[in-house]
């Protein structure tokens, strides 16, 4: 079986993968379609760290393999997109509605596959850069047979992650207005997002002005290639501010360029040491910095409705799959991902 692995020097695609069967709880997916997310090449780079050797990958879509005992949801032939939550459904978190927050879906790597006899890690729970993997049955969300796989995919963490942040986390209102920093993959979705929640005017930033017409399509009211123009249009500052970059200057930036009762949304990820600093007296006038892990999405419920505003026209999927590659061409594709030249590529099996 063919499948993305990084043993902890390098990234190979190699052949030789193998994955165990679904236990009771668990639904084994062929995978068709993953995004290619800036996380994987986190882990790549040191800036996430994760036990070696690990498959990566963690935004898929695919078909139903096989299912274990008691998973009832999704049977064979279904398509699913997968998310990355493996949470355990009966903690008081999951109770609650918070499954992001739920101890058993952070940090508990399993190793489901083998090379050559010797275990191999599943990252973020999903590993979606394999030909198979098995997940927990609630991972496993069905869709539609009419959405593409490619753009499916997608949905189990950029679009999560991206409207979720706007919708879930911040709760962008009609009116309000958005300030989104850096326009890859997951800025688009929280401009997309503040735009169905009907925010007033968004303000995407990017230094690189190519991405202005893709901003504008997903519901950008305005773009700029800093944030040195951002007080021209909105004197006050803004309502929200999303920092989709990870770097704690840009962090600092969006804490400036809050309005009154004003709340920033962290979703870049910097390295796990970086630290930021902000001006504590800025914050007295009810100023608010936000963490945001997944969107605060509650996936089987988020992705059915992500799935229905595609077919309605009103969330856009296709457009964010500006690259697809065979598997076998990891390395163009991340070579196109970190050089900005994709929106969101997508490799293919």
Known sequence: MRGVLFDGKQVQVVDDLEV???????????????????SD??????TIPFPVPVVLGHEGAGVVAAVGAGVTHVAPGDHVALSTLANCGTCAECDRGRPTMCRQAIGRPGRPFSRSG?????????????????????????????????????????VLTGVGAALNRARVDRGDTVLVIGTGGIGLNVIQGARIAGALRIVAVDANPAKEEVARQFGATDFLSSTEGVKEILPNGADHAF?????????????DLLDRHGQAVLLG???ATAEASFLVSAMYLDKSILGCRYGSSRPQRDIALYA??????????DELVTGTYPVEDFEKARADAEAGRVARGVLTF
């Open 20 to 38: 165990r069967d679904p236990g009771p709880g668990e639904v084994l997916v062929a995978i068709a379609a993953a995004g290619l997310c800036h």
């Open 41 to 46: 090449l986190s882990v790549v780079d040191g």
């Open 118 to 158: 010797r275990p191999v890690h599943q990252f973020a729970s999903n590993s979606a850069f394999a030909e198979r993997t098995v997940v927990k049955a609630v991972q496993a969300v069905r869709i539609p047979k009419d959405i593409p796989l490619p753009s499916a995919a997608l949905m189990g963490c950029g």
């Open 243 to 255: 920092e989709c970059v990870g770097r704690v200057e840009l962090i600092r930036q969006a804490i």
């Open 269 to 271: 990820v910097p390295p």
């Open 308 to 317: 229905e505003l595609y077919r309605q026209g009103r969330l856009l999927l």
